[in-house]
């Protein structure tokens, strides 16, 4: 199983690039951006914008994988979005893993605040559907964010993994049994529990498991080193 991180992006200073130096000299193999315009029912606080920091990292960095986590559709049109994808995978080849998703009603205010059209779920599953199908032609890995009936469905069609928030083991191994599965999420709050945490996550068959990201001293180096160990 591989590791990564959710870069701290919630702020408006740029620590998140030195946190992602840090995770690839930790040997971790991603990191991953929020696609929000505020944190989740936080409109009050900053947010810095998915498609430049990820631009920003794919100059900064030189091995680790990339990628939003996840993108969702409907804030830009379709092919901008694809556009924006494919713009990345140009300045770092190989290295960018599109994470689409269709949204909620939970980030469906920011549509709203900024005037931008919340779709209803059957267009917004079109888009993702054509999102994900054009980009894995153009040979980007796509995970396609959820684990609801209609999402991975929409996986399972496209050839795209599905990463699941926050699942149980028996939920990943459920998915796992019908397709690639990736995982992201909170773990322990500290190196011990976290690894746990993954332990089980990997057993369950997850090919990837993105946490949060910590500044504990060596936790990084530490996680990287034991998840290479796992089965």
């Known amino acids: 199983m591989k590791l990564g991180v959710t870069l701290p992006s919630f702020r408006l200073d740029a620590v998140a690039l030195d946190a992602a130096c840090q995770a690839e000299d930790a040997g ?32 900064r960095t030189e091995r680790v994988v990339i ?13 901008l979005l694809v556009a924006e994808i ?17 949204g909620d009603s939970k980030s ?3 549509n709203i605040a900024y005037g931008i059209p919340y779709a209803p779920a059957s267009l917004r599953r ?10 894995l032609g ?16 929409i996986a399972a069609r496209a050839g795209a993994a599905v990463n ?3 699942a149980s083991p028996e939920v990943i191994g459920e998915h796992a049994g019908h397709g690639e599965v990736t995982w992201a999420g909170p773990t322990g709050r500290d190196v011990r529990s976290t690894l746990s945490c ?4 990997a057993a369950a068959g997850a090919t990837w498991a993105v946490i949060d990201w910590t500044d504990e001293p060596g936790a990084l180096e530490a996680l990287a080193q034991a998840v290479c160990l796992l089965p």
């Not at 929000?36 to 498609?51: E, F, I, K, Q, T």
């Not at 939003?68 to 092919?79: Q, S």
């Not at 079109?126 to 980009?135: D, I, K, R, V």
């Not at 153009?138 to 469905?153: E, L, N, Q, S």
């Open 126 to 135: 079109a888009s993702l559907e054509w999102c994900a199908t054009t980009l």
């Open 28 to 59: 971790l193999d991603g990191v991953f951006v929020f696609d929000h315009l505020w944190p989740m029912g936080r409109p009050d606080r900053p947010a810095l914008a998915a498609v430049p920091l990820l631009g920003a990292l794919a100059a």
């Open 67 to 79: 990628g939003p986590l996840v993108a969702r559709v409907g804030l830009v049109p379709d092919g």
């Open 138 to 153: 153009r040979g980007v890995p796509v995970w396609v964010g959820g684990g609801a009936p209609a999402t991975t469905a």
């Open 164 to 166: 699941l928030w926050g």
């Open 108 to 110: 469906a205010e920011e």
């Open 86 to 102: 494919l713009s990345l995978e140009a300045m770092a080849p190989g290295r960018v893993v599109a994470g689409l998703g269709t």
């Open 198 to 201: 993954l332990e089980l996550v």
